[in-house]
């Protein structure tokens, strides 16, 4: 069974930075495609950024050139780094694994405020 478990979240002003991480288990890691997504209060949930095992990646607009995910195979680990947050930040961030069928884990809140 699939575990994907985030921590990292928190609050913190506008212009600060988060690092997520999300510990996977379960799954054969290095086969995973790994991504984030996120979900505000009343919104759909969106990807955020994406990472291939080839280690090519996606980012959405609205976080491009902030954010940076990354992972590590030898420790079934993905992070996020958010830098320049700003306030259309907060949400519940979510982690989620593709080898076949989409995982989820938990979620984390992240909340950018003054």
């Known amino acids: 069974q699939v575990q994907l478990v985030e921590s990292g979240g928190g609050l913190v002003q506008p212009g600060g930075s988060l690092r997520l991480s999300c510990a996977a288990s379960?799954?054969?890691?290095?086969?995973?495609?790994m991504s984030w997504y996120r979900q505000a209060p009343g919104q759909e949930r969106e990807v955020v950024a994406r990472i291939w095992t080839d280690g090519s990646t996606y980012y959405a607009n609205s976080v491009k050139g902030r954010f940076t995910i990354s992972r590590d195979n030898g420790k079934n680990e993905v992070y996020l780094q958010m830098n320049s947050l700003k306030p259309g930040d907060t949400a519940v961030y979510y982690c989620?694994?593709?080898?076949?069928?989409?995982?989820w884990g938990q979620g984390t809140q992240v909340t950018v405020s003054s």
């Open positions: 379960g799954l054969t890691f290095s086969s995973a495609g």
């Open positions: 989620s694994a593709f080898l076949g069928s989409r995982s």
